[in-house]
């Protein structure tokens, strides 16, 4: 393994906080954003179905698990933005006011009273959604690649659905944002330089890597964390909703790359495990939510040097890995090229998730069960 940190990310310390702020969004207006995709389209004249059992289950599952944005949920709910981001507060400072688990004397945030970071929670708030809203689309327009370049008619099929799923869920976390939330902030720069990384590559199996293992296994992770927080109806359904899909899609990452990686080199092998690292460096970094402390007219290095220290904090960057490690494990990605990777999640000090469970299977331990999906109207 040749490549330095500063090949592959931009600067030697993972954790080198001015390097990660500097990295900001200057297009904020910016409404169509462009990106060449490199790959060639593959037909395949293959069209036995099922020559890949487990893509094969998958798709039929995806058939009959669809469900409608627009009439399963329950939009009429009333959300409070302010009442709902309390009641997160209190749920996880265990009714100690927000921000009360750091120590801010002497710094900006001295001042900050109740007021404050309300406002911020609700920032917050509207940050995350957005950024999710955002990453929803980063994977409706990867999984559209994934139709064109894989050379599998099983993963063509649920590729297919796969794309339905994304769209719906754009369109549920834009309404949301839309109806409930107040207000929106652009594609955060780490976010979107991981997007645009994915889909320029011109390998089909990278797509997968980035999208499917990385962003969608952080996905997966993160809407759990906020569907067992949240007590708001709506939101937690909808979530709910997506996660079922979303570890579906994790599953068809892990069954359709777990054959292909099997074949590859070494040297194939640690292009893989560098990729991996990189994008778990820039989900991890986007998380600091740097424009939320802009918005709030706070330097964003002081504040991320602040809350930091905050010891649930550390944990939810953490847990925010523990779908993503095993199922690198699972695909070889850990332990190829004597353990690459393994070294650079134990500096990230995520390694602790590889005996955890993958989602080659998990997903359908997600499912909807019979009738849930007509069950809102009475939930
Ligand atoms: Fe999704
Ligand atoms: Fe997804």
């Excluded at 063509?156 to 369109?171: I, L, P, W």
């Amino acid at each position: 393994m040749s490549s330095t940190n500063v090949e592959l990310i931009g600067r030697d310390d993972p954790n080198d906080l001015e390097a990660i702020l500097s990295v900001a969004n200057t297009d904020r207006d910016e409404v169509i954003h462009s990106v060449k995709d490199n790959a060639a389209a593959i037909f395949t004249w293959e069209y036995e179905k099922g020559a890949r059992p487990a893509l094969n289950k998958l798709y039929e599952k995806a058939k009959t698990s669809q469900w409608n944005g627009e009439t399963d949920l329950p939009w009429d709910t009333e959300v409070d933005q302010e009442h709902v981001v309390l009641a997160n507060s209190l749920a996880q400072n265990g009714g100690g006011v927000m921000g009360g688990d750091i120590d801010v004397t002497g710094t900006s945030l001295e001042s900050w009273g109740d007021k404050e970071w309300l406002r911020f929670g609700v920032e917050s708030q509207n940050w995350m959604l957005s950024q999710f809203m955002h990453g929803e689309q980063g994977a409706l327009v990867c999984t559209a690649k994934i139709v064109e370049t894989v050379p599998w008619i099983d993963a063509k099929y649920y590729a297919s659905t796969q794309v339905m799923d994304e769209a719906r869920h754009v369109e549920v976390f834009a309404k949301y944002l839309d109806e409930k939330l107040s207000g929106y902030y652009p594609v955060n720069a780490h976010l979107r330089m991981l997007l645009d990384d994915i889909v320029a590559d011109s390998r089909w199996d990278m797509t997968y890597l980035g999208m499917q293992i990385m962003v969608e296994g952080l996905a997966l992770a993160a809407f759990g964390f906020m569907h067992q927080l949240t007590t708001e109806p709506l939101l937690k359904q909808l979530l709910r909703y997506v996660m079922s899909d979303e570890a579906r899609h994790v599953a068809f990452g892990v069954l359709s790359l777990k054959e292909y990686y099997a074949e590859l080199s070494d040297a194939e092998m640690a292009e893989r495990q560098e990729f991996a690292f990189e994008a778990a460096v820039r989900m991890r970094d986007r998380f600091l939510q740097q424009e939320v402390w802009e918005q709030m007219g706070i330097p964003p290095k002081e504040a991320v040097t602040l809350v930091m220290q905050a010891p649930q904090r550390k944990l939810f960057q953490q847990m925010l890995f523990s779908k993503i490690v095993p199922n690198c494990k699972k695909l070889g990605l850990l332990d190829a090229n004597g353990g690459w990777l393994r070294t650079k999640f134990t500096e990230l000090e995520v390694i602790q998730f590889e005996d955890w469970a993958d989602t080659g299977e998990e997903y359908e331990a997600f499912a909807l069960a019979e009738g849930e999906t007509t069950a809102t109207a009475t939930a």
